[in-house]
C-alpha cells in the first residue's frame, strides 16, 4: 500500500513549514499530521508502483493479442471473400 516513510517524510515537510507557534507543540503535531495523512490517503484509491506495472505488463500482453487476432480475422475475412465467387459460380 502506501510507504510508511513517505507518509513521515511529507509529515515532515509539512511540520516543518508550520509557523513557528504552532511547531512549538512539538513532536504531537507531528505524529496528529502523520496519522491524518495515513488516514486520508487511505481513503484515496491509489494502488502501488508494483500493482500499476503488473496491471501496465498485462494491458500491453492483452493489446499485442488483439492486434494479432484483428490480423488474423482480417486475412480469415480475405479468404473468405476470395472463396466466395468461386462458391457463386459452382451454385450457377
Keep these: 500500500m ?5 507518509i513521515e517524510q511529507i509529515a515532515r515537510q509539512i511540520h516543518s513549514a508550520m509557523p513557528k507557534g504552532v511547531k ?3 513532536d504531537d503535531v507531528e505524529k496528529k499530521l502523520r496519522t491524518i495523512l495515513q488516514s486520508q490517503l487511505s481513503k484515496l ?5 508494483e500493482e500499476f506495472d503488473i496491471q ?19 486475412e480469415l475475412e480475405a479468404r ?4 466466395q465467387p468461386s462458391a457463386e459460380k459452382k451454385a450457377e
Design 80 to 83: 473468405l471473400e476470395s472463396q
Design 56 to 74: 501496465t505488463q498485462v494491458l500491453l500482453r492483452t493489446r499485442e493479442k488483439l492486434v494479432s487476432m484483428e490480423q488474423r480475422l482480417s
Design 24 to 26: 512549538e507543540f512539538g
Design 2 to 6: 502506501l510507504d510508511p516513510k513517505k
Design 45 to 49: 484509491d491509489l494502488v502501488s508502483r
